[in-house]
Structure formats: C-alpha cells, structure tokens
C-alpha cells in the first residue's frame, strides 16, 4: 500500500490549504484515516482522525473548529481542508491509513500501518 500526498504548500496567516492523501491498491479494501504533522524539534502529533464510512471523526483540541477531514472512499482518497491557519500549524503533515476492522476513529500513531511521505506546510505571520 502506498500513499500519496499532495496540497501543501506556504500560505499567509488566515489562508486555507487542502491536503489529500491517495491510495494506491488494487484491492477494495476500505481504510480508517488519520492525519498527523511534525514541527521542527518537535515529536509527531495527532491532527485529525476519520472512520471507513466518515461516520466518526476526531480532532486535537488545536485545530477543532477549523480543520475538516474527509474521505472518498471511490477514490481511495482523503482530504484535509485546513482554514484560518495560523502560524503555529506550520509543520511537515502526514497521512495514515489503517485498513477498516471496526468503525471505531483511532488517534495513535501506532494504530496506524501505512504512512504517506509528508507535504510541508508552512503559514506565514
């Protein structure tokens, strides 16, 4: 299983960005989602979290309220749409997928197997 990221980018204070995250495998697996970013110096941190259906989501207290995640499960694709950045978002953000066993969202770095390469996002001040 591989993944692909795309959508990041540098974007002033207040801007919006929207990362996706595509899989590639042949089979009709369906997957858990999660999306994570690294700071400079500091260790990877849950960002966002959703189920194989979309049914379930989950958000680290920091980006509530301005970050959305969702899937196309037609497409193997996941989407982070990120609005009213701010410049402590700035960090190197990863996809994850886990393929679907439960319905249940999961926030750990270690629930997840396959891991895409990461896409630099940087905010502006």
């Known amino acids: 299983v591989q993944l692909t990221e795309s959508g990041g980018g540098l974007v002033p204070a207040g801007g919006s960005l929207r990362l996706s995250c595509a899989v590639s495998?042949?089979?009709?697996?369906?997957?858990?989602w999660g999306w994570f970013r690294q700071a400079p110096g500091k260790e990877r941190e849950f960002v966002a979290a959703v189920n194989w259906n979309g049914g379930a989501t989950a958000y680290a207290d920091s980006v509530k309220g301005r970050f959305t995640i969702s899937i196309d499960n037609a497409k193997k694709t996941g989407y982070l749409l990120m609005d009213s950045l701010k410049p402590e978002d700035t960090a190197v953000y990863y996809c994850?997928?886990?393929?679907?066993?439960?319905?249940?969202?999961?926030?750990?770095?270690?629930?997840?197997?396959?891991w895409g390469q990461g896409t630099q996002v940087t905010v502006s001040s």
């Open positions: 994850a997928v886990q393929r679907a066993t439960s319905h249940q969202v999961y926030t750990g770095n270690n629930d997840y197997s396959y």
């Open positions: 495998e042949s089979t009709l697996s369906t997957y858990n």
